[in-house]
């Protein structure tokens, strides 16, 4: 009698018991490992965006406390304050920074101090945010909280070279006939000087400058520079800033002639500002509604014969009224403010020149 014998059962339960109670080993012993990377992957990237969060806050933080420096001890406290009022927040833009400190320097590279004894040099904010980042999933690693910090620099920097922007004149130094002997070109800030001069070449009717007569070596110059001879080219540098580029060092291109026409081109300019009235930079500043159009740089030169450029400086120009009219054989006045921060109408950096406020570091 034939008899068939049972294949093997593949599924028998003592297998797939086996089977089970492997996967739940396995499972058990890379549950550690597990957590950490999906830790890994959810706090440190929390740990990079405030990071990032805390970067944004003091660089934008370290740049208002540079831009309100300028060699006094009122500038440090102006800057101290920007710092601390800047507005930046951190975790997803809804805490305010509370850890930040703000420090001062003559030097990019410090040392940094909070409150310096004299404000003169002091160019540079150093800002540092400190925050305690709570950890989640790598408690274990890193204890309840990860500390993250960010700092930064800001200074201004010297301006040897303007590719453009120079409001095209370019007054000569007073250094022979100096109002203020420690001034670099002589002048004195607050004092109005001439920046366009009339026929013969020595005409001004600016406040106590009345140095032209000594200064004056070339009759057909009257102050215009680096723009073409053109009317045009130079009544479009007067209202929009297109002018050559202009090296300390180098000689100026000054240019020959009377213009009558475009002395009016001033007035225009000043028209440019959100406030056409104030007298004086100081009401201008205290005001605090102009956009800068009025607020210029100049190349200020050693005169003839080669005109060549000694730095640059900052000026302010007289409200509209004061170029209403003028001709070929009447002067245009500017107020001195002394040294010039591009794109920014609060006063420059102690000294006088032109500056960039950037990031250092």
């Known amino acids: 009698m034939l008899t068939t014998q049972p294949l093997p059962d ?31 992957a959810i706090d440190i990237g929390r740990m990079y965006i405030t990071k990032n969060e805390a970067q944004a806050y003091v660089d934008s933080a370290s740049l208002a406390a540079a831009k309100q420096l300028d060699g006094t001890t009122a500038g440090i406290a102006r800057a101290s304050a920007a710092a601390g009022a800047d507005t930046g927040k951190w975790r997803f833009d809804t805490t305010p920074f509370s850890g930040v400190t703000t420090k001062f320097s003559t030097s990019s590279s410090g040392p940094f101090v909070a409150a310096p004894t004299s404000a003169a040099g002091y160019l540079y904010a150093h800002v ?56 670099p070109y002589g002048y004195r800030i607050g004092n109005q000087y001439t920046f366009r001069w009339g026929a013969p070449g020595d005409k001004t009717s600016c406040g106590t400058d009345a140095t032209m007569a000594n200064l004056s070596q070339n009759g057909s110059v009257r102050g215009y520079c680096c723009v073409s001879n053109s009317a045009a080219d130079l009544r479009q540098a007067i ?52 956009n800068g159009a009025r607020v210029v740089v100049v190349a200020v030169n050693g ?52 500056y960039r406020l950037r990031l250092v570091k």
């Open 128 to 183: 540092v945010a400190t925050v305690d980042l709570p950890m989640y999933l790598i408690r274990v690693l890193t204890g309840p909280t990860a500390t993250i910090s960010a700092a930064s620099v800001a200074g201004a920097s010297t301006l040897t070279t303007l590719p453009s922007g120079v409001f095209p004149f370019s007054p000569y130094t007073r250094i022979a006939s100096p109002d203020n002997a420690s001034d």
């Open 303 to 354: 005169g003839a014969p080669n005109y060549i450029n000694v730095g640059f400086a900052g000026f302010f120009l007289l409200n509209s009224d004061s170029y209403d009219g003028l001709n070929g054989n009447d002067s245009a006045c500017a107020e001195y403010i002394g040294a010039w921060t591009q794109g920014e109408t609060a006063p420059a950096p102690g000294g006088s020149g032109g």
């Open 239 to 290: 209202v929009g800033g297109r002018t050559d580029s202009v090296t300390i060092g180098q000689s100026i291109n000054m240019d020959n002639g009377a213009k009558n026409t475009e002395m009016s081109a001033i007035g225009d300019r000043v028209a440019i500002d959100t406030n056409t009235t104030s007298a004086t930079y100081a009401a201008y500043r205290a005001a605090g509604t102009g």
């Open 10 to 40: 593949s599924g028998s339960p003592c297998r797939s018991t086996g089977k089970r109670g492997y996967i739940l080993v396995a499972t058990a012993l890379s549950l550690p490992f597990l957590l950490g990377v999906g830790g890994l």
